[in-house]
């Protein structure tokens, strides 16, 4: 199982991106799809995460200006994310909890996409 994001890049503080974040592989299904980012220096933090169900969940930094979203038909995730700030400067990583078949479950990560945010 794979994930590949996409969108990152250079924008001016107050700009907006999208990010998207594609699986394939063996999936039979995928519960929790999220985004999580690390700046230089800092640890890994959660951004937003979605489950099976539709519910959001966002990290206080976010909340009000980013938007995750999924289409569960193509097993993908996006992220819109508006109001961008220098702060929000990171790379950003895409995980699924996936499960290839009937029984089990995997945790996959993506290799990440880099968003910086000028001032």
């Known amino acids: 199982v794979q994930l590949v994001e996409s969108g990152g890049g250079l924008v001016q503080a107050g700009g907006s991106l999208r990010l998207s974040c594609a699986a394939s592989?063996?999936?039979?299904?995928?519960?929790?799809m999220g985004w999580y980012r690390q700046a230089p220096g800092r640890q890994r933090e959660l951004v937003a995460t979605?489950?099976?169900?539709?519910?959001?969940n966002y990290g206080a930094s976010v909340k009000g200006r980013f938007t995750i979203s999924r289409v569960y038909a193509e097993n993908t995730l996006y992220l819109q994310m508006n109001s961008l700030k220098p702060e929000d400067t990171a790379l950003y990583y895409c995980?699924?909890?996936?499960?290839?078949?009937?029984?089990?479950?995997?945790?996959?990560w993506g290799q990440g996409t880099l968003v910086t945010v000028s001032s």
């Open positions: 995980n699924a909890i996936v499960k290839p078949n009937v029984e089990g479950y995997l945790e996959v």
């Open positions: 592989g063996r999936i039979f299904s995928i519960t929790t």
């Open positions: 979605i489950t099976s169900d539709g519910s959001t």
